[in-house]
């Protein structure tokens, strides 16, 4: 792995202002993401790793701002924040490292521009967002949200991005990353009055939010029957961007390989949990993943030495 001044370099970055900006994005991913930028940093080749970088940042720095307080005062943060964007990337001034770096790496990734659109389109949906009355619901946050949050990283590694076949891999990864999330993070969101399971999925399991929080015996043994169901349909959707690993160009395959297999042992992490999530959430299954990363990492070496030769 190239040290950060040298990815700096490959990546092209010379003036010193603008690497000030990126060291600025690179602290703050790996402060408030430590294990994805472990895998980006091992995993990509570093003329991608700062506009990756940067993208994260981004992606992380709106949800924080629209995230807390109440949904008048996220309204208007969102609404603050996508001025401020807009502004900066017609190229008027901003005091925003952060979006001095996002500037830059859309004149090197023109594509990235369409999908920032979107992703500050879609914000609204997560600022008022209390949980899903169906399925339907459900899907409607992963159009609007998810799906451009994902874009924002992946529209970077591939040749195609715009493609049908390459969104749908990218949908369906994210909706069951979005699935295993709201599982596993369900103690933590019934203490805040939300729930990412749909209520008419409830329902079929004559269950209630409340039943859920008190997490009496019966609600337990009910939670029991619908963790696996709901796992069934976040591997479907796993199994359904496979074919990502080879429409992306050869130097994400690594991380995109890397990303599939850790949702994969996310997931036997839920389901060996299962009704005791309703307690809190499951630990990441470190030595298991480090096991990943150390094998994409060889992975990924050998074919940029293959490359240099």
């Known amino acids: 792995m190239a040290g950060w001044p040298a990815t700096l370099d490959r990546a092209g970055i010379t003036d010193p202002s603008l690497r000030r900006d990126y060291t600025e994005q690179r602290r703050l991913v790996a402060r408030f993401a430590r294990a994805e930028y472990i895998a980006v940093r091992l995993l990509l080749p570093p003329s991608l790793v700062p506009d990756v970088l940067a993208a994260t ?5 709106t949800d924080d701002r629209i995230d807390q307080g109440p949904v008048a005062e996220r309204v208007g943060a969102l609404a603050a924040w996508d001025g401020q964007v807009r502004a900066a990337l017609a190229g008027g001034p901003t005091d ?3 979006l ?9 990734h023109p594509q990235l521009e369409s999908y ?3 992703f500050l389109a879609g914000a609204g ?4 967002w209390s949980g899903f009355a169906t399925e339907r619901d459900f899907q409607d946050y992963i159009d609007a949200y998810s799906l451009p949050a994902f874009m924002l990283l992946t529209c970077l590694l591939a040749p195609d991005t ?7 891999g990218c949908r369906s990864f994210i909706e069951a990353m979005q699935r295993l999330d709201f599982l596993d993070d369900i103690a933590e969101d019934l203490s805040h009055g939300r729930l990412g399971i749909p209520q008419d999925t409830l329902a079929r399991h004559g269950l209630t939010d409340r039943d859920l929080a008190e997490a009496g015996p019966a609600a337990r043994t009910a939670f029991a029957a619908l963790v696996p169901e709901q796992l069934a349909l976040a591997r479907t959707a796993l199994t359904a961007s496979y074919d990502l690993v080879e429409r992306v160009a050869a130097p994400g395959r690594p991380l995109v390989r890397a990303l599939l297999t850790l949702q994969e042992l996310r997931a036997r992490t839920v389901e060996r949990k299962g009704a005791a999530l309703l307690g809190g959430a499951t630990r ?7 096991g990943v990363l150390a094998r994409e990492y060889r992975a990924a070496r050998s074919r940029r030495l ?3 030769v």
Request: proline fraction near 7%; charge should be negative.
């Open 284 to 290: 990441p299954p470190l030595a298991a993943a480090l």
């Open 57 to 61: 940042a981004f992606m992380h720095h």
């Open 162 to 168: 715009g493609t049908e076949a390459y969104v749908a």
């Open 125 to 128: 949906a997560d600022v008022d």
């Open 100 to 108: 001095r770096a996002l500037r830059h790496t859309i004149t090197r």
């Open 306 to 308: 293959a490359v240099r």
């Open 116 to 118: 920032v659109g979107e």
């Open 96 to 98: 925003e490292p952060l």
